[in-house]
Protein backbone atom coordinates (compact mmCIF):
# COMPACT_ATOMS: atom_id res chain seq x y z
CA UNK A 1 0.00 0.00 0.00
CA UNK A 2 2.83 2.75 0.98
CA UNK A 3 4.49 1.95 -2.21
CA UNK A 4 1.71 2.13 -4.01
CA UNK A 5 0.85 5.55 -2.80
CA UNK A 6 4.68 6.12 -3.14
CA UNK A 7 4.56 5.25 -6.98
CA UNK A 8 1.18 7.53 -7.30
CA UNK A 9 2.67 10.35 -5.61
CA UNK A 10 6.12 10.19 -7.77
CA UNK A 11 4.02 9.93 -10.78
CA UNK A 12 1.98 13.22 -10.02
CA UNK A 13 5.13 14.80 -9.32
CA UNK A 14 6.80 13.74 -12.79
CA UNK A 15 3.61 14.85 -14.88
CA UNK A 16 3.24 18.09 -12.66
CA UNK A 17 7.29 18.68 -13.77
CA UNK A 18 6.94 17.99 -17.21
CA UNK A 19 3.55 20.16 -17.63
CA UNK A 20 5.41 23.21 -15.96
CA UNK A 21 8.88 22.79 -17.91
CA UNK A 22 6.57 22.17 -21.30
CA UNK A 23 4.88 24.98 -20.95
CA UNK A 24 7.80 27.41 -20.42
CA UNK A 25 7.91 29.93 -23.78
CA UNK A 26 11.12 29.51 -25.96
CA UNK A 27 13.37 32.29 -26.94
CA UNK A 28 11.70 32.29 -30.10
CA UNK A 29 8.31 32.55 -28.79
CA UNK A 30 9.10 35.20 -26.47
CA UNK A 31 10.78 38.09 -29.02
CA UNK A 32 7.89 36.62 -31.62
CA UNK A 33 5.63 38.24 -28.81
CA UNK A 34 7.61 41.36 -27.62
CA UNK A 35 8.20 42.13 -31.46
CA UNK A 36 4.77 42.02 -32.44
CA UNK A 37 3.92 44.35 -29.34
CA UNK A 38 6.70 46.54 -30.65
CA UNK A 39 5.31 46.78 -34.08
CA UNK A 40 1.85 47.80 -33.18
CA UNK A 41 3.97 50.19 -30.97
CA UNK A 42 2.75 49.12 -27.48
CA UNK A 43 6.33 49.93 -25.97
CA UNK A 44 5.00 48.87 -22.48
CA UNK A 45 3.73 45.46 -23.57
CA UNK A 46 6.71 44.99 -25.34
CA UNK A 47 8.73 45.62 -22.41
CA UNK A 48 6.91 43.70 -20.03
CA UNK A 49 7.53 40.14 -22.78
CA UNK A 50 11.42 41.16 -22.94
CA UNK A 51 11.98 41.38 -19.18
CA UNK A 52 10.28 38.17 -18.64
CA UNK A 53 12.01 36.47 -21.30
CA UNK A 54 15.28 37.92 -19.71
CA UNK A 55 14.21 36.26 -16.63
CA UNK A 56 13.47 32.97 -18.53
CA UNK A 57 16.64 32.82 -20.39
CA UNK A 58 19.65 35.26 -18.75
CA UNK A 59 22.44 36.65 -20.56
CA UNK A 60 20.55 36.35 -24.36
CA UNK A 61 22.05 38.75 -26.97
CA UNK A 62 19.15 38.98 -28.70
CA UNK A 63 16.77 39.50 -25.67
CA UNK A 64 18.77 42.06 -24.69
CA UNK A 65 18.85 44.50 -27.13
CA UNK A 66 15.82 44.51 -27.94
CA UNK A 67 15.27 45.23 -24.39
CA UNK A 68 17.35 48.55 -24.85
CA UNK A 69 15.43 49.10 -28.18
CA UNK A 70 12.41 49.04 -26.27
CA UNK A 71 13.72 51.08 -23.40
CA UNK A 72 14.87 54.17 -25.51
CA UNK A 73 11.01 54.25 -27.19
CA UNK A 74 9.90 54.59 -24.27
CA UNK A 75 12.61 57.11 -22.97
CA UNK A 76 11.79 59.38 -26.05
CA UNK A 77 8.15 59.91 -25.22
CA UNK A 78 8.61 59.91 -21.40
CA UNK A 79 7.86 63.78 -19.87
CA UNK A 80 10.89 65.87 -19.27
CA UNK A 81 9.71 69.14 -17.61
CA UNK A 82 10.68 68.72 -14.31
CA UNK A 83 13.59 67.90 -12.62
CA UNK A 84 12.05 64.25 -11.70
CA UNK A 85 10.77 63.31 -14.82
CA UNK A 86 14.16 64.26 -16.49
CA UNK A 87 15.90 62.40 -13.90
CA UNK A 88 13.75 58.82 -14.76
CA UNK A 89 14.12 59.80 -18.32
CA UNK A 90 17.97 59.43 -17.77
CA UNK A 91 17.33 56.39 -15.78
CA UNK A 92 15.63 54.32 -19.00
CA UNK A 93 18.38 55.78 -21.20
CA UNK A 94 21.20 53.94 -19.18
CA UNK A 95 19.53 51.16 -18.24
CA UNK A 96 19.03 50.60 -22.04
CA UNK A 97 22.53 51.32 -22.29
CA UNK A 98 23.54 48.66 -19.92
CA UNK A 99 21.45 45.77 -21.71
CA UNK A 100 23.09 47.23 -25.11
CA UNK A 101 26.62 47.14 -23.81
CA UNK A 102 26.16 43.65 -22.32
CA UNK A 103 24.52 42.17 -26.19
CA UNK A 104 27.81 43.98 -27.24
CA UNK A 105 29.64 41.98 -24.52
CA UNK A 106 27.70 38.53 -25.32
CA UNK A 107 27.51 38.61 -29.58
CA UNK A 108 30.85 40.88 -30.72
CA UNK A 109 30.28 39.66 -34.05
CA UNK A 110 26.93 41.36 -34.04
CA UNK A 111 26.05 45.05 -35.83
CA UNK A 112 22.91 45.17 -34.16
CA UNK A 113 24.41 44.96 -31.14
CA UNK A 114 26.77 48.04 -31.59
CA UNK A 115 23.94 49.61 -33.10
CA UNK A 116 21.63 49.30 -29.94
CA UNK A 117 24.29 50.68 -28.12
CA UNK A 118 25.53 53.93 -30.19
CA UNK A 119 21.47 54.56 -29.89
CA UNK A 120 21.48 54.70 -26.15
CA UNK A 121 24.87 56.63 -26.09
CA UNK A 122 23.45 59.02 -28.84
CA UNK A 123 20.13 59.31 -26.78
CA UNK A 124 22.08 60.26 -23.16
CA UNK A 125 24.68 62.24 -25.25
CA UNK A 126 21.22 64.56 -26.60
CA UNK A 127 19.84 64.41 -22.76
CA UNK A 128 22.91 66.29 -21.22
CA UNK A 129 23.80 68.03 -24.41
CA UNK A 130 26.62 66.35 -27.19
CA UNK A 131 29.60 69.18 -26.52
CA UNK A 132 29.51 68.32 -23.01
CA UNK A 133 30.00 65.00 -23.51
CA UNK A 134 32.71 64.71 -26.32
CA UNK A 135 33.89 61.03 -25.40
CA UNK A 136 30.09 59.81 -25.36
CA UNK A 137 29.41 61.22 -28.89
CA UNK A 138 32.64 59.50 -29.87
CA UNK A 139 31.73 56.34 -28.98
CA UNK A 140 28.79 56.63 -31.25
CA UNK A 141 30.67 57.09 -34.09
CA UNK A 142 32.96 54.37 -32.82
CA UNK A 143 30.39 51.82 -32.48
CA UNK A 144 28.68 52.98 -36.11
CA UNK A 145 31.51 52.36 -38.07
CA UNK A 146 32.33 49.03 -36.27
CA UNK A 147 28.81 47.74 -36.99
CA UNK A 148 29.60 48.74 -40.66
CA UNK A 149 32.75 47.20 -40.68
CA UNK A 150 31.12 44.04 -39.42
CA UNK A 151 28.22 44.02 -42.16
CA UNK A 152 25.93 41.67 -40.29
CA UNK A 153 21.93 41.89 -39.80
CA UNK A 154 20.74 43.10 -43.54
CA UNK A 155 19.65 45.91 -44.57
CA UNK A 156 17.21 47.08 -41.51
CA UNK A 157 20.21 46.81 -39.89
CA UNK A 158 22.49 48.35 -41.96
CA UNK A 159 20.51 51.39 -43.01
CA UNK A 160 19.85 52.51 -40.22
CA UNK A 161 23.31 52.05 -38.96
CA UNK A 162 24.66 54.34 -41.62
CA UNK A 163 21.06 57.04 -40.67
CA UNK A 164 22.87 57.28 -37.26
CA UNK A 165 26.21 57.58 -38.10
CA UNK A 166 24.94 60.68 -40.59
CA UNK A 167 23.01 62.49 -38.41
CA UNK A 168 25.88 61.96 -35.73
CA UNK A 169 28.08 63.97 -38.08
CA UNK A 170 25.61 66.50 -39.19
CA UNK A 171 24.87 67.26 -35.18
CA UNK A 172 28.18 67.47 -34.73
CA UNK A 173 29.34 69.40 -37.54
CA UNK A 174 26.92 72.12 -36.20
CA UNK A 175 29.54 73.56 -34.40
CA UNK A 176 32.49 75.55 -35.70
CA UNK A 177 34.94 72.87 -36.06
CA UNK A 178 38.43 74.67 -34.51
CA UNK A 179 35.96 74.79 -31.21
CA UNK A 180 35.04 71.41 -31.19
CA UNK A 181 38.17 70.06 -32.05
CA UNK A 182 39.18 71.05 -28.71
CA UNK A 183 36.57 68.47 -27.01
CA UNK A 184 37.74 65.59 -29.01
CA UNK A 185 35.13 66.32 -32.08
CA UNK A 186 37.52 67.99 -34.52
CA UNK A 187 35.95 64.43 -36.86
CA UNK A 188 32.18 66.03 -37.24
CA UNK A 189 32.06 66.43 -40.98
CA UNK A 190 28.93 67.48 -42.89
CA UNK A 191 30.45 66.32 -45.89
CA UNK A 192 30.51 62.70 -44.45
CA UNK A 193 26.78 63.55 -42.63
CA UNK A 194 25.68 63.74 -46.72
CA UNK A 195 26.83 60.81 -47.67
CA UNK A 196 26.00 58.86 -44.74
CA UNK A 197 22.33 59.70 -45.36
CA UNK A 198 22.83 59.06 -48.92
CA UNK A 199 23.84 55.25 -47.45
CA UNK A 200 21.23 54.56 -45.40
CA UNK A 201 18.57 56.31 -48.06
CA UNK A 202 19.87 53.69 -50.73
CA UNK A 203 19.86 50.61 -48.19
CA UNK A 204 16.83 51.34 -46.28
CA UNK A 205 14.47 53.15 -48.85
CA UNK A 206 11.10 54.58 -47.44
CA UNK A 207 12.02 55.05 -44.41
CA UNK A 208 10.70 58.65 -42.67
CA UNK A 209 13.36 59.65 -40.70
CA UNK A 210 16.01 58.95 -43.28
CA UNK A 211 14.39 61.33 -45.75
CA UNK A 212 13.67 64.13 -43.27
CA UNK A 213 17.12 63.95 -41.77
CA UNK A 214 18.68 64.31 -45.06
CA UNK A 215 16.68 66.85 -45.74
CA UNK A 216 17.33 68.86 -43.15
CA UNK A 217 21.18 68.22 -43.62
CA UNK A 218 21.19 68.98 -47.35
CA UNK A 219 19.27 72.49 -46.09
CA UNK A 220 21.92 73.41 -44.08
CA UNK A 221 24.28 73.65 -46.98
CA UNK A 222 21.33 75.36 -49.44
CA UNK A 223 20.79 72.12 -51.70
CA UNK A 224 16.99 72.77 -51.88
CA UNK A 225 16.39 70.90 -54.68
CA UNK A 226 17.74 67.88 -53.50
CA UNK A 227 15.94 68.53 -50.49
CA UNK A 228 12.77 68.40 -52.00
CA UNK A 229 13.06 65.77 -53.46
CA UNK A 230 13.96 63.93 -50.08
CA UNK A 231 11.18 65.43 -48.52
CA UNK A 232 8.55 64.44 -50.93
CA UNK A 233 9.72 60.90 -50.21
CA UNK A 234 9.02 61.35 -47.27
CA UNK A 235 5.72 62.61 -47.99
CA UNK A 236 5.16 59.30 -49.53
CA UNK A 237 6.35 56.64 -47.61
CA UNK A 238 4.36 54.08 -45.36
CA UNK A 239 4.44 54.64 -41.49
CA UNK A 240 6.73 52.28 -39.98
CA UNK A 241 7.72 54.13 -37.02
CA UNK A 242 5.73 55.70 -34.01
CA UNK A 243 7.16 58.90 -34.48
CA UNK A 244 6.23 59.04 -38.51
CA UNK A 245 2.96 61.07 -38.49
CA UNK A 246 5.52 63.53 -36.55
CA UNK A 247 7.67 63.20 -38.45
CA UNK A 248 5.83 63.69 -41.77
CA UNK A 249 4.34 66.96 -40.52
CA UNK A 250 7.43 68.24 -40.24
CA UNK A 251 8.42 67.13 -43.96
CA UNK A 252 5.27 68.88 -45.28
CA UNK A 253 6.04 72.31 -42.93
CA UNK A 254 9.92 71.74 -43.96
CA UNK A 255 8.46 71.83 -47.96
CA UNK A 256 7.20 74.74 -47.67
CA UNK A 257 10.51 76.28 -46.50
CA UNK A 258 12.17 74.68 -49.82
CA UNK A 259 9.74 75.55 -52.20
CA UNK A 260 10.14 79.68 -51.18
CA UNK A 261 13.45 79.45 -51.54
CA UNK A 262 12.86 77.75 -55.32
CA UNK A 263 10.69 80.16 -55.95
Request: hydrophobic share 40%; glycine share 4%.
Amino acid sequence: MRTNTFLKTVSIFLLFGFSVVSAQKTVEEYISEGDAYYSQFDNQKALEVFEKANEAYPDNWEILWRLSRTLVDIGEHMPASTDTQEEEQIKIYEKALEYADKSVQLAPNESITYLRRAIANGRIALFKGVFSVGSIVTSVKDDCEKAIELNTGGPDVQGIVHYVLARTHAKVSEKWAPARAVIGLGWGDIDIALEEFKNAAKIKPNYVMIYVDYAIALMSEDMFEEAKVMLTKALEAPIQDEDDETRKAEASELLKEVNSELE
